[in-house]
Antibody, heavy 113, light 106 residues
Framework: EVQMVQSGAGVKKPGESLKISCKGS????????IGWVRQMPGKGLEWMGI?????SDARYSPSFQGQVTLSADKSINTAYLQLRASDTATYYC?????????WGQGTQVTVSS | EIVMTQSPATLSVSPGEGATLSCRAS??????LAWYQQKPGQAPRLLIY???TRATGIPARFSGSGSGTEFTLTISSLQSEDFAVYYC????????FGQGSRLEIK
């Protein structure tokens, strides 16, 4: 079974960074792009960026360029989203097969001082 | 950026009836169009890709159609578990989502 499992909920203070993980299993991790999506409370889905784990080629939506960093460690089948100036939201990773065909369960991040 | 516009924002339908949701792209996306379903507290789930191909495990009551700039998701004979928010997404030129359509019980 193909699965994307994300790290648990977190709290960050304004100005701090936070790293979220997304571990893929049940498929060849290096052969699929992984996308990241933000959903603010009560709002819609926003595409943040994508990364190719085989070579860590990362691309960003203009709205998120400079605000987040995508990375991957293919040795442990895990992709990462590092948040800098971020908002309280749920962040999802998804495997990009036939579009975003398998999603992680989401990681809720709360920004609070 | 390709802008995706969904309509209606909210649709009220009785169980057993059918529902049609629309999605319009600001420029052609050919058939690079996907539909997702999201229920409260859950991750989105892929329903349709390539405008009309059902994803694995998706019931036949879900169907997608369209190409270019106009797309439709049709759900026949609504079941209780179908009441949710639906998003379209283009992946022809980067990735953008529509704002979502809420399907609620009448």
């Amino acid at each position: 079974e193909v699965q994307m499992v994300q790290s648990g909920a977190g709290v960050k203070k304004p100005g701090e960074s936070l790293k979220i993980s997304c571990k893929g299993s049940g498929y060849s991790f290096i052969n699929y792009w992984i996308g990241w999506v933000r959903q603010m409370p009560g709002k819609g889905l926003e595409w943040m960026g994508i990364i190719y784990p085989a070579d860590s080629d990362a691309r960003y939506s203009p709205s998120f360029q400079g605000q987040v960093t995508l990375s991957a460690d293919k040795s442990i089948n895990t992709a990462y989203l590092q948040l800098r100036a971020s908002d309280t939201a749920t962040y999802y990773c998804a495997r990009l097969g036939a579009s975003a065909d398998v999603w992680g369960q989401g990681t809720q991040v709360t920004v609070s001082s | 950026e390709i802008v995706m516009t969904q309509s209606p924002a909210t649709l009220s339908v009785s169980p057993g009836e059918g529902a049609t949701l629309s999605c319009r792209a600001s420029e052609t996306v050919h058939n690079k169009l996907a539909w997702y379903q999201q229920k409260p507290g859950q991750a989105p789930r892929l329903l349709i890709y390539g405008s009309s191909t059902r994803a694995t495990g998706i019931p036949a009551r879900f169907s997608g159609s369209g190409s270019g700039t106009e797309f439709t998701l049709t759900i026949s004979s609504l079941q209780s578990e179908d009441f949710a928010v639906y998003y379209c997404q283009q992946y022809e030129n980067w990735y953008t989502f529509g704002q979502g359509s809420r399907l609620e019980i009448k």
